[in-house]
């Protein structure tokens, strides 16, 4: 029987282990905290929930602690986790079944962002062995030997820590203070250049992100060691540009990406918003087709795909009314009813498309639907109005 050793970093995490910490203790075989200069009793309340309790004097590397950490583990399979994580008791239940396996294996989990909705495939556990190990000080990476299977366990994280606006922004300072540094000891290293691109461009700043891409997509076999960084890399260049008013720039840039990446569904929808911005109505319907028989294709989500989703088929029932093509509109806004009956826009733009078509049962229908979810919806309301005008 293969053991399991949970191997946790935290810093003043007491009030987040009752979530993290307690729930898992009896689906793990070990409890490994490693605490980093906690003042508010977090070491002694790991020891009474029983974890093993050990202090690391924090260097500002993270890749440090997490190592530090898997040294203390005596299990045969390590699974990281940080305070302000939690795996729901349905998924728990697996984690010791997952590492039954005859061979050794990289095991990914899905994190989960709360409140918003983000989402990130991680190497989450691991066989415990000297060469599997972390890398960088911050936006650590597992580093492994090539050739270990790669497994996707259904096994979901869900992530609370940037719930507090204050938090957020203190955490982005301080991984930017460690991504400089570590950029100052590696200027080469494209994945730091990549994590600094994400963290200019979520910041809205978008001359320094579209810098630093361009010093990624400049890396020698960039394809090669990463797949996944190149494919995202080559996106936000494409979005970065379109935002900066390079419309040419985008649009060539788009159509490189789908054409090397032609099932990578997260490009065809950015490119179908494109067109649908610049009023391409019909290239904007087809792309966001493609993105829907796709679906996403990619490990980093910054939005739920439930959102996406509904944007898709939202934008292409309106690029598809404006080109009066009313069935397929309407076929889109079923598919939209079915998925997420409780949203107000899909009945709205359901009573659009139905005034369009002269039905105005049907559009008052769903405004009412739509206003019954939503009784402040100002654009149901006027709509409504000029209904009731006309009768």
Not at 22 to 37: I, K, N, Q, R, S
Not at 192 to 208: I, K, P, S, T
Not at 298 to 325: G, V, Y
């Amino acid at each position: 029987m293969q053991t399991l050793s949970l191997c946790m970093i935290v810093k003043n995490e007491a009030r987040n282990l009752p979530r993290s910490l307690a729930p898992l203790m009896p689906y793990v075989d070990e409890a490994v905290v490693v605490d980093t200069g906690s003042t508010d009793g977090t070491p002694e309340l790991a020891a009474q929930m029983g974890a093993r309790v050990h202090h690391f004097t924090w260097i500002n590397d993270f890749a440090a602690a997490r190592n530090f950490s898997l040294d203390q583990a005596t299990g045969d399979w390590a699974l990281w986790l940080d305070g302000d994580n939690r795996i729901p008791e349905a998924d728990a239940a697996l984690l010791k079944s997952q590492v039954q396996r005859p061979g050794d294996a990289i095991l990914w989990g899905t994190e989960m962002v709360e409140p918003d909705g983000g989402r990130l495939l991680q190497k989450r556990f691991f066989p415990r062995r000297p060469d599997i190990r972390f890398r960088y000080r911050v936006h650590e990476q597992l580093c492994h030997p090539p050739g270990l299977a790669q497994v996707i366990t259904p096994v979901r994280i869900y992530h609370w820590g940037y719930e507090d606006r204050n938090l957020r922004q203190a955490k982005a300072r301080r991984n930017l203070t460690l991504l400089l540094a570590e950029l100052q000891e590696r200027p080469d290293d494209f994945y730091f250049r990549y994590q600094l691109a994400r963290h200019h461009f979520f910041a809205g700043e978008l001359q320094e992100a579209w810098g630093q891409l361009q010093e990624v997509l400049a890396a020698p076999d960039l394809e090669a060691q990463n797949q996944e960084i190149a494919r995202h890399a080559r996106l936000l260049d494409a979005i970065i540009r379109d935002r900066l008013q390079d419309l040419a720039g985008a649009l060539r840039k788009f159509g490189e990406l789908v054409e090397h990446y032609p099932d990578y569904g997260l490009a065809w929808y950015h490119l179908g918003l494109l067109y649908f911005r610049h009023n391409d109505f019909a290239t904007a319907a087809q792309a966001l087709a493609r993105f829907l028989e796709l679906g996403c294709g990619h490990f980093f989500l910054d939005q739920p795909e439930e959102k996406l989703t509904l944007t898709a088929l939202l934008t292409r029932a309106q690029a598809l009314r404006r080109l009066a093509r009313h069935e397929e509109a309407a076929a889109a806004l079923n598919e939209a009813q079915r998925l997420f009956p409780q949203k107000p826009g899909v009945w709205m733009e359901t009573a659009v498309l139905a005034r369009a078509c002269a039905d105005f049962g049907n559009a008052r229908r769903a405004l009412d639907t739509c206003l019954a979810l939503r009784p402040q919806f100002r654009q149901a309301q006027v709509l409504l109005a000029e209904m009731e005008g006309l009768s």
